[in-house]
């Protein structure tokens, strides 16, 4: 797996921590105070077109933020071919199995563009909701409305995938 190598991709991460998050759609709704409480919690992201971000199966570790670029979400049934599932680009969300609280990821996302992200742990999600639920709550708002844009009607399905997930791994942190 490639992650931020060379010249180029290290000029883009330095970049990127430069990058103002309140200027990301997806936290648009949020206010200052509540995006420096969780800017810290969240790294800069960058590799090559080609490049395999997640692999179905591997353990669920980040949800990432994209800045820029395109990733293509695909899922391998067990007797099958892998199929498009979606194109993720600026202002998406993909891994979102590790804040709902999945052990492993259930789709491969592989960059078609070169990609500029931020990536945050879910474990540090799901304990930052839980140290303050009030900024918590309206992350989580964010991150439905972010991830449900690819489905149609699938706000309230995604909200409480992540809410559930929180709550059982909360328990765990």
């Known amino acids: 797996m490639m992650f931020a190598t060379g010249r180029g991709i290290t000029r883009r991460v330095i ?3 430069g990058k103002r998050m309140n200027r990301v759609a997806i936290f648009k ?3 200052e105070n509540q995006i420096n409480l969780l800017k810290p919690l969240f790294e800069p992201f ?3 077109a080609g490049t395999i971000i997640l692999h179905q199966g591997a353990s669920a570790e980040f949800l990432y933020l994209i800045i820029s670029g395109t990733v293509e979400m695909s899922f391998k049934p067990y007797d099958g071919n892998p199929i498009t599932v979606s194109h993720v680009e600026k202002g ?3 891994g979102w199995s590790a804040v709902v609280g999945s052990e492993k990821y259930t789709s491969s996302a592989i960059a078609i563009e070169d990609v500029e992200a931020f990536r945050i742990h879910g474990s540090e999600l799901r304990k ?3 140290e303050h639920p009030e900024a918590g709550k309206d992350i989580l708002e ?3 409305d972010g991830v449900a ?3 149609k009607d699938s706000h309230k399905q995604i909200k409480s995938l992540i809410v559930q997930g929180l709550t059982e791994k909360s328990d765990l942190v």
Do not use: H
Request: proline fraction near 0%; charged fraction near 25%.
């Open 149 to 151: 844009s690819r489905w």
């Open 92 to 94: 998406g969300l993909f």
């Open 29 to 31: 709704e949020l206010d």
């Open 15 to 17: 970049w990127l921590k």
């Open 128 to 130: 930052f909701c839980a």
């Open 142 to 144: 964010c991150l439905a």
């Open 46 to 48: 960058a590799c090559r």
